[in-house]
């Protein structure tokens, strides 16, 4: 089933002529381990650590534990599918192929929301950390309309470096990403050395491991910015289609870039427990606010050299993961777009560059209009972290129902899927749901969003019902999880408490993971489309 692909910079059209520009295949396994790597250490490093110990206190260190773990098994699903179909903008793709046009309707109105969201936020980051410098952008928590203007020109100048092609922008990414690891590193060091010379006792001083409970550990996995700290790799499968070796490259790529960012991240955990001054400890945890967390820090432990280290990275930082984005987005848009989802010209890819210019001028437009009505940071990111929870359950059905339908066509790279795509649903679904009521009440009703605006806007409005009956199982999902947040223990009315709820909430996605599986795997079997036999010329 796998046919040659079509020279380097063609894509066959339906007559057999190759004059079609494609994406080019530039990127091998250190660009690609780059690109993941420099996506999930973006801002999340810069204001991570805080937002967690707000949250949790020490128990954060679990957070990231929790974090890490859902996400290895998260990225085996969409590694498996990386290797057997690399596709540019898969995570859009795949569901198209194996559910239909308004499952991947669905997600992908999700992901446009997730990652233009997630764009906004690393140029908002940029700007919250020069407000150091420049106060006026950032003012009462929020940024003011300097701090959006400069945010904005800086989405305009990342545009640009992705605008000449993916040469380019892996190379400058690998420049980049060598300075977010240094830095960090160098952070955790110094911060430990003097938060250990204080002879403090972070734990005691903070009302114990745990003050706020365990719940609270398991909200800050989504509410204090892991998710979408590390969801940056999602990129390196974004960019499937450009890679030399997807099926040798993509996993060793992705598993490197989440080990080496998880353990970095635990280690500035601890370095941010440590160095908070125990009088700063009065109002609990919940009462630390830095608005440039580590660079205050710094100051207050009169290290001058790392504080003006660190207000610089806060430029480079986000700045790579805002080049990574830009460059990942455009591919899902493109991908939306193969769909019918969005007007064909979007699929259109510059000849000289290899880019598809239009799709990133769809996604630079939807980050600026989602700049604004954030306040910065932390606002942004509690949306965007729960749109690409929703999209990776969404993953692990897609992959299911290929491996049902099409056993031969799956690549074999990860054993044990048949377990590990249904704990990966369920995983998604209990974290989406301890992201607490106040985010869901406005999440889950804007991914629904999207069943009304199929029967607008696609191309697939005549069969609008039929579509609805095949994807009833991923409406279902959003409709019960809506329902369950509003009554649960996790900022709900607690009718359901916990952990009767986090239980219920495992119950209900096993069994619609089921449904969406064997309703995938009929409409592969009905399907008039050979996947293998498509997607090679993608």
Known sequence: MNSPAPPADTTSTSDGSANTPRLRKELGFWSLTAIGFSGIMGSGWLFGAQYAAQAAGPASLLSWLVGGAAFTLIALVLIELGASRPVAGGIVRWPFLSNGPLTAGIVGWSVLLATSSATAAEASAITQYASHYLPWLYEDGALTAPGLVLSAGLLALVMLLNWFGVRLFARVNFVLTAIKFGVPV????????????????????????????????????????????INGFAPTIDLAAEARDPRRDIPRAVLTAIGLAVLLYLGLQ???????????????????????????????????WLAALLYADAVISPGGALLVGIAGNSRVTYAMARNGALPKRVTEVHAGSGVPRAALLVNFTLALILLAPFDGWQDIIGVAGNLFLLNYSVAAVSAAAFRRARPDAVSGWVPGMRWITPLS???????????????????????????????LITKYRGVFFA??????????????????????GFGGTELIPAPLDSALVAVVALLIYFWGARSGERHLANSAVDTDEQETTD
């Open 186 to 229: 160098i952070t955790l060091a110094a911060l430990l050395a003097s938060g250990f010379s204080q002879g403090g006792d972070p734990v005691a001083a903070g009302g114990g491991f745990a003050p706020y409970g365990w719940t609270a550990a398991l909200s800050a996995v989504a509410t204090a910015g892991i998710i979408y700290t």
């Open 270 to 304: 601890v370095a941010f427990l440590y160095a908070v001054p125990e009088s700063a400890l009065a109002g609990g945890w919940h009462g630390i606010d830095f608005s440039s967390p580590f660079g205050e820090l710094a100051l207050l432990l009169n290290l001058g």
């Open 425 to 455: 649903f369920v995983v998604s679904a209990e974290i989406i749901y301890w992201s607490q009521w106040e985010k869901l009440s406005v999440v889950l009703p804007l991914a629904v969003l999207a069943v009304p605006l199929f029967a």
């Open 467 to 488: 579509q609805l009956r095949q994807s009833a199982w991923l409406v279902t999902y959003l409709v019960v999880l809506f329902a369950i947040s509003a009554l649960g």
